[in-house]
Structures are given as C-alpha cells and as structure tokens.
C-alpha cells in the first residue's frame, strides 16, 4: 500500500485528481469569494429533502438535526414501510413523540408538519414506491440522504445484497429522475473494506462486479447461496462490510450523473452532544456489550487492549453528513457556472476517530467499569467486573467459570422454583453477539482523513460550532460516562432517581459473593484439607506466614509513627 504523496490542489475543481488517483476535497475559501457562499442552514432553507432508514438510529439523529438547526427547510420526505403492524404513519407519529425531539418541540411545536412519510419497502421493485409518489419526488427534491441499510453482520448473502445493493440501485435511479436534486449523499462504512489496514477516502475497486453478482445469486435457492457465501466474502468477516463495498462500487457508476458524497463513519456510538449527551436507542454494537457489562452478565471478553475502539458519536456523522451534503451542492453548482467540464468525482470521508484522538479497548473496559459502579443499573444479575482479554484459551477459561457455571447455577435454581430457565440462552445470545464483534476489537486499522479535514475548513466559525464534527475536542472518559448513563436512561427507560436503590442492590450482591466465597473456603476445607495430614500442614504453614506477615506490617507502622 502506498502512502499519499503531495499534490497540488486545483482551486476551482470538485476535488482534486493527485497523483495517486485518489480524490480529494479542494480549498473553495478562495478569500472573500469562498466565504460569501450560503452557510449550512441557508442553503438548506427552502429545500426538499429526501431521506431513506429515517426511523433507524441514525437517520433520527438527521431528522432531528436538519429540523433544529436549519429550521428554514421546507420539507422531509422520508421513506418508510409499515412494519409489526403498523403503517407508516403510525411509525412516523411514534418516532417524532421520543425524547430525541424535545428539543425540537421546544422551539417549534408543530415541527412535524414538515415530515411527510412516504410508503416505500426496499425489498420490492422499484422500492414499492407509488407512481404517484415517484412524480411528486422527481419534481422537488432537492437532496438525498440514504441512510437505509441492514446492519445485521450475520445477515443471509441474499438478503444483505438486496437491501444494501440492490435498494441503492434502485435510489440511485430514482434520483437520476430528479429535476432539480442537487446532491445524493450515501452512509457507508469505514469497514467495506476492513480487508485493508490502510483505507484512503476513493472507492475501490469491488470483489465481484456487483450486477454480476445479482444475476448469478438470483436464480439459487437460499441453501446453496448460505454454502458458497464464506468463499464469496474471501477474506471479509460479515455480509455487511462486503454488500457495503459492493454498494460502494454502484454509487461510483453514477457519478458523472450525479454529485455524489460517501460518509464512511466506524462504530456509530452515543451522541456527544446533541440534542443531548449519551443519547442512544439500541443494543447495536458497543451498546449491548455495555449493558451486558452493567448488568453483571457480561464478565470477559475476547479483544486486544491495545487495539483502539474507533467509535465515533453519532451526532458528529450527521453534522458531517450534513456538511459534505452543503459542500456537494454548493460547490458544484460553483463549478457549473465556471464551465468546468472535468468529470465528476464522488467525495468520500472517512469518519474515523483512531488516526486523531485515538482511544483503546482496554480505556473503555476500565471507564464503562467505573461508571456502572458510580451510577449501576437497576436489578443487575452480579457486581460489574469484566475482562478483556487477547488470549483465547484464557477468555475460554473465563467463560466457562463467569458465564457458564453461573448460569446453570441460576436456571437450576429457576426449574426449582417452577419458572422457566432462561440463563444460559441469554448467555449463549451474547456469545454469538460478541463473537461478531471480535474481528474488530482485536485488530487496528488505519483510516486517512484528510477530505474530513479539508471540510471542516470550509464552514464558517458559525457553522463549525453548529455542525461540529471535530474529534479532537472529544473528551474520552466524558462521552464513555455519558455513553453509559445513556444506555441507562434511554435503552433501558431507568430513573436516575432510582440510583441510590440500585447501589444498594450492588452492596447486596457484594455480600452475597463474601458470603458465598466464604462458604465455598469452607466447603474446600472440609472435603480436601482436613482429611489429609499433608494438606494441613501446608495450611498452617500458609497461615502462618500471613500472621507473621501481618504482625509485622503493624509493628513497621507502630515505628513510623
């Protein structure tokens, strides 16, 4: 892999073409010229915006975003399905009434008649979206932001291809029907292609021409795709990372109709800030391993300590989203009307925080340890205290004596009582949750970020503090606090009130285990050490020592004072 070499940046071009081929954000201040470009809120004032995977974590976090901080903005249209029963409009109603937009409410109570859902499914042809729809679309949105994906690492070949591939497909030709759209912004990840250690912002090139992929996998039935899936991912971990560079390549196809940007952002955590700090909705990724850590129910697991956990909070994507969104329009347009003829280029960012404010695996254990002992969880199974480690056989050790025993402990004495069992299948849950994980919290990667960079220095000072997505002003112990009072208050729906009761449960348990160790010394005694002369002795011996030991300690600090 070769390192990037300099390059002069061509001022009046989308990005620069170096000499590497890679893509890259151009400087457009150009003095007073660049600076009197629309701020973010002004140029989204007035505009339709056409948002996919709204009701997912993320794409709350945008809607919410966009609604508070360019108020201007005409309208959101965001395609939804009906799902558990529900219509769409009823998901919609549901997601605008969370706590995520009570800020929102503040301001603008009647926020929601800026969101106008649209029935769509991305598994349908032509994502099911009514011809009707398909003509009011065409005819005024103005940005896209396709946030939609399935982020399931385990999810079946054909599945993964149809919602991250073939649904792009299908957005994108969507879009090319769109009369006045001015930028299609797609989220990625910073791990399609985690097949890499260095990873720059260009697209590269796919494992398998994606349309050829299609073809072949459509006409098999779902058993022989589920045998031949491990040799088509090669040497990917999951479905997700390899449908994401796949899906990667599909957008790349339409960037010369099109102004494309791809937000490739790592491990989406709790929000930094906004609209307030620690907010999360789900058990995805580091979220459910914290809670199960909280809880007591997680007690090892299999990571390299000094491999750096590149979360990023998810407030600071969608500032960025929002930022490469403005950018992509803005300057295009400014090319436009300097005639520039070069072909477009998709802008890619990389939104990563190991290669600037790196934080490591090992932090985190010993930070999200503290904070669920300063603010616990309600009704936790045992005293947090987990364990990461790199060494296979050890953390098998840990899982048969901290999960295993335990749980066949606790069941049995569930049958006892009557009740049904239920332990060991949520130990067994978390094991294959954790196993998913594994891949990349035991291993680094190198992320170059200089398009991040680059636009962070086009916003106005005004803009860089609305829209911030700087990650070297975040505060690793601060937001790993915040991260768990979140999963606490927002996951879990606990009070903070009920603090004090859940302390108290934990000093409980404390004593459970005191007493527990106790009988368990006992019990050893009993059946090992009295009934063999040998043992004894060596006993006494050991006593003995740690009385001499002690005896001395106390007269060393006598002499002191």
Not at 19 to 36: M, P
Not at 213 to 231: A, G, K, N, Y
Not at 418 to 423: L, N, V
Not at 537 to 557: E, G, P
Request: proline share 5%; hydrophobic share 40%; net charge positive.
């Amino acid at each position: 892999m070769s390192t990037e070499p300099s390059a002069e940046r061509d001022l009046d071009g989308l990005g620069e073409q170096a000499t590497d081929g890679h893509t890259r954000l151009t400087d457009i201040s150009g003095g007073t010229e660049g600076r009197s470009m629309a701020s973010i809120p002004e140029y989204y004032a007035g505009k339709n915006v056409l948002i996919t995977g709204a009701t997912g974590f993320m794409g709350k976090v945008l809607v919410e975003k966009l609604l508070r901080a360019c108020p201007e903005v005409r309208a959101l249209y965001l395609l939804v399905r009906p799902k558990a029963g529900q219509s769409m409009e009823q998901r919609v109603s549901d997601m605008m009434t969370c706590k995520l937009f009570d800020r929102v409410r503040e301001v603008n109570p009647d926020f929601h008649q800026k969101i106008i859902p649209i029935s769509s499914e991305l598994t349908q042809p032509g994502l099911a979206i009514s011809p009707e729809d398909v003509e009011r679309l065409s005819a005024c949105i103005n940005v896209v932001f396709h946030c939609a994906a399935t982020i399931r690492f385990d999810e079946p070949l054909k599945h993964a291809l149809q919602l991250n591939v073939i649904a792009t497909q299908q957005l994108l030709s969507l879009a090319k029907q769109m009369q006045h759209l001015e930028a299609f912004v797609h989220i990625s990840t910073a791990y399609a292609n985690c097949n890499r250690k260095h990873i720059d912002e260009v697209i590269y090139p796919p494992p398998v021409e994606p349309k050829k992929l299609i073809d072949s996998l459509e006409w098999m039935d779902d058993s022989i795709v589920r045998d031949i899936t491990p040799r088509l991912i090669g040497d990917r971990p999951n479905t997700y990372t390899y449908t994401k560079a796949l899906a990667e390549c599909v957008v790349q196809q339409e960037q010369d109709k099109l102004n494309i940007a791809i937000i490739r952002p790592s491990i989406v955590g709790a929000s930094w800030q906004e609209p307030v700090p620690g907010w999360i909705d789900n058990f995805n990724g580091p979220s459910g391993v914290f809670i199960a850590a909280g809880k007591g129910i997680l007690r090892t697991m299999r990571a390299n300590n000094d491999a750096v956990a590149d979360l990023v909070p998810v407030d600071m994507v969608i500032n960025l989203t929002l930022a490469a969104g403005w950018y992509t329009a803005v300057h295009r347009r400014k090319t436009e009307k300097q005639n520039d003829e070069r072909p477009k280029s998709a802008l890619v960012y990389n939104c990563t925080t190991g290669g600037i404010n790196p934080f490591h695996w090992g932090q985190i254990e010993h930070h999200v340890m503290s904070s669920f002992k300063r603010n616990p969880l309600e009704q936790a199974f045992r005293r947090p205290n987990a364990n990461i480690t790199s060494n296979y056989l050890m953390n098998q050790y840990w899982i048969l004596v901290s999960h295993k025993f335990p749980a066949l402990i606790y069941d049995f004495v569930l049958r006892l009582s009557g009740q049904k069992p239920q332990m060991m299948r949520i130990f067994n849950r978390l094991h294959k949750a954790i196993g998913l994980l594994e891949y990349f919290s035991s291993q680094d990667w190198e992320w170059n970020s200089e398009n991040m960079s680059m636009l962070m220095s086009q916003l106005t000072p005004e803009d860089r503090r609305t829209f911030n997505f700087d990650v070297r002003q975040l505060n690793w112990p601060e937001y790993i606090e915040n991260y768990c009072i979140g999963t606490k208050k927002y996951v879990l729906n606990e009070d903070m009130s009920d603090i004090p009761a859940a302390r108290q449960h934990l000093r409980k348990l404390r004593n459970i285990r005191y007493t527990f160790n106790t009988l368990l010394v006992v019990f050893i005694w009993r059946v090992f050490i009295a009934r063999s002369q040998m043992a004894r002795n060596i006993w006494y011996f050991v006593v003995s020592l740690c009385f001499k030991f002690l005896s001395y300690f106390r007269a060393s600090s006598t002499i002191t004072k």
